[in-house]
């Protein structure tokens, strides 16, 4: 369980987070080999509701802020209890970004390595081009990896490559999903890696299920893997 009691945030904040429960599980993404990790993501379980729910909850009550600090505080403080070395991949709302002093307050907490973060600005629940702006200038100065998830579902389409400019790009597991058995979502995903590497971007073929799937993806380019085949969040 993730204690946010002794942080040094806001006290409005901090009363918030103190009415969560919540923990977190990590799921990596790999390299090609299957073996080198890149980063892992940060996955949260709130105790007794499930993640939609609660995002639902906090979207209705306009509180969205209180889950982006609490993942962000929270998943890091596990992060660095597990003894990780790669990259902490967080969820972000599209809708929300950090004020300075927070932003300042979470590096001098958690100290002065800034690349171990990528940030992946999730598909919902809603957009905000102001909050989209800021958090590329944030993830610019902090030197963190910005990434896309879930591109092709949601807000995230190539208008939102084109504002946000992320590093690294999350195909959607549906566009993927029986690649292996699927002319149509072939060529679909064979002109996004193509379109994507000749934008220098990253990709990372998300929801790798099969070794069918994992080896099609390979062939097509696919530079990162993550899904149930390689790993579950644990």
């Known amino acids: 369980m993730i204690y946010y009691e002794e942080l040094p945030l806001d006290k409005d904040i901090l009363k918030a987070l103190a009415e969560l429960e919540i923990n977190y599980v990590f799921q990596p993404i790999f390299y090609p080999d299957k073996k080198t990790i890149f980063a892992h993501e940060a996955l949260m379980r709130p105790v007794g509701i499930t993640v939609t729910d609660l995002i639902d909850e906090f979207t209705k009550k306009e509180q969205l802020h209180v889950l982006e600090v609490a993942t962000f505080w929270g ?34 907490y958690f100290g002065k390595d800034k690349n171990i973060l990528m940030i992946e600005v999730l598909e919902y629940p809603k957009f905000s081009m102001k909050a989209a702006l800021q958090k590329k200038e ?14 092709g579902s949601g807000f995230n389409d190539m208008g939102k490559v084109k504002i946000m400019d992320p590093h690294v790009i999350k195909i959607d597991r549906a566009l993927l999903s029986g690649i292996d058995t699927n002319p149509e979502k072939q060529k679909n995903c064979k002109e996004i890696i193509d379109t994507m590497h000749s934008m220098g971007k990253l990709v990372v073929a998300e929801g790798v299920e099969t070794k069918e799937e994992f080896d099609y993806l390979v062939g097509l380019g696919a530079d990162l893997f993550q899904g149930y085949y390689l790993a579950r969040p644990a």
């Open 75 to 108: 998943a890091t403080q596990a992060y660095f209890q597990r003894g990780y070395k790669e990259k902490l991949s967080l969820n972000s709302f599209p809708c929300e970004v950090f004020s300075e002093e927070e932003v300042k307050t979470f590096r001098d």
């Open 138 to 151: 944030v993830a610019a100065i902090g030197d963190s990896v910005l990434a896309l998830d879930d591109y």
